[in-house]
């Protein structure tokens, strides 16, 4: 269901509406990370982890990983964290370096920084943990491409990662360690993120982060590869626009392709649907529900102070297509799982923002041919989409259905937002979704 650039085909088969997961681990015992100086950290980037699917796994073996990503908050202090939260095996990480992109793969080599892990060069991720490295001096604008390059010394397969990065990130054609290279020449490219969940900066007190805990619509799918269009990326460059407090404001984006909210969306022994088999090639790729994930993706995360919540599509879509129609939800399934949601989310001091869920008449998977649509799951949409909206249980609303729907035909996008599969907006769809969030909910004191 997806608009993958190179990588189409694989979000052919794979279900272009959202997916899951997420980090833990690298922790001390008491569940803090053991190597934090006394800066107020904010996340400025982060991806949520995924497991790969179980074909064509990518391994790296005396190679280098060059990964692109894009900030949202500056800062002058930086680390990243390392997710092997889905491998069975420690993660030899020989060597790391984080600078400033130039374009494509290059780097400015002033701004060039070794990163280490408790004072080492190289460190160990034991299987199902997470590591943050240490903190370096680095000025990061904000609204800015940082490349993060990281060595693997023997076989390391990418058990975990961000399958949809719509990012084109590299591989070193030289052997051993490249990480401080200015260029990689000849480069192979992939367009998903291996291992890396995260970036943060030490910013003022009065800093924090937003984090869009969704499915693919705010993963991005059907918006254009590298060009940092999806709705959060957006968000992100109207909060720096208009300055002031939203400017020390962090965007993260905590979507998937494939995520459900209630239920997971990956196991072969559930997929029962007329294309069960398609959604069976993913294994655990699709991973855990919202429910379960909403630990390690949004209170987890360096800063949070606000959630905007954009699941449950795909609760309602799936049935009777990847999965057996008798696991059809309503609308008071959906208004269950969002309540408890809310509730963990105040319990930990962060406010709650809500998207309503854009149409879908006509969507359809590509590959082979799926059509999702039949009324009674419109009805569903229509239902939940009025709670969000009237029944004042969140700390802000901000109406993508009616921001981007066909206001002579509202069960379907309007035309000049669909990217072509009738589900997933286009570039100028999600400026639409973007500006449909009030920068009003967005204001408050932050300390």
Not at 94 to 107: F, L, S, V, Y
Not at 200 to 215: K, L, M, T, W, Y
Not at 264 to 290: K, Y
Request: proline content about 6%; glycine content about 10%; overall charge negative.
């Amino acid at each position: 269901m997806g608009n993958c650039g190179r990588h189409r085909n694989l979000w052919y088969l794979v279900v272009g509406v959202a997916v899951i997961l997420g980090w833990s681990g690298g922790l001390s015992a008491a569940g803090t990370p053991t190597n934090l100086d006394d800066s107020h950290w904010v996340g400025t980037w982060a991806a949520a982890p995924q497991s790969s699917p179980p074909a064509g796994v990518e391994t790296f073996s005396n190679q280098t990983l060059r990964l692109i990503v894009h900030t949202s908050l500056g800062g002058k202090k930086v680390r990243i964290r390392i997710s092997n939260v889905f491998g069975d095996q420690p993660l030899a990480l020989g060597a790391a370096h984080i600078a400033r992109r130039t374009a494509g793969a290059k780097i400015d080599p002033s701004s060039d920084r070794t990163l280490t892990f408790a004072g080492q060069k190289s460190t160990t991720v034991t299987a199902g943990s997470l590591v943050v490295s240490d903190p370096v001096d680095l000025d990061v604008p904000a609204l800015s491409d940082v490349a993060v390059s990281l060595f693997f010394p023997k076989a390391t397969e990418a058990r975990t990662l961000h399958l949809l990065a719509l990012q084109t990130n590299y591989i070193s054609s030289a052997t051993g360690d490249s990480t401080a290279q200015p260029d990689f020449p000849d480069a192979k490219t992939i367009a998903s993120w291996p291992f890396l969940t995260g970036l943060d900066v030490a910013a003022s007190p009065r800093a924090g982060a937003i984090v869009a805990f969704g499915s693919s619509t705010t993963d991005g799918d059907g918006s254009t590869e590298d060009a940092n269009h999806r709705w959060p990326d957006l968000l992100a460059e109207r909060l720096q626009k208009d300055g002031g407090e939203h400017a020390e404001l962090g965007v993260l984006n905590e979507g998937i392709i494939g995520n459900r909210l209630l239920s997971d969306s990956h196991s072969p022994r559930q997929a029962g649907g007329p294309f069960a088999a398609v959604l069976q090639q993913f294994g655990d790729a699709l991973g855990q529900a919202g429910m379960a994930r909403f630990d390690r993706d949004v209170l987890e995360q360096t800063g949070v102070r606000y959630v905007i919540f954009g699941l449950g599509v795909n609760d309602m879509l799936f049935p009777g297509a990847f999965i057996p129609a008798t696991e059809s939800v309503d609308a008071q399934s959906l208004i269950r799982g969002y309540r408890e949601l809310i509730a963990r989310a105040r319990k930990n001091g962060i406010r709650v923002i809500a998207t309503t869920i854009p149409p879908f008449e006509n969507a359809t998977f590509r590959g082979p041919v799926i059509h999702f649509y039949t009324p009674e799951k419109d009805r569903v949409r229509e239902e939940f989409n009025q709670w969000i909206r009237t029944s004042g249980e969140f700390d802000g609303v901000a109406d993508f259905d009616k921001a981007v729907r066909d206001p002579n035909h509202p069960s379907q996008l309007s035309p000049a937002y669909d990217s072509g599969d009738h589900l997933h907006v286009n570039d100028a769809g999600n400026v639409a979704q973007a500006n449909a969030i009030s920068l009003e909910l967005l204001r408050r004191p932050l300390i």
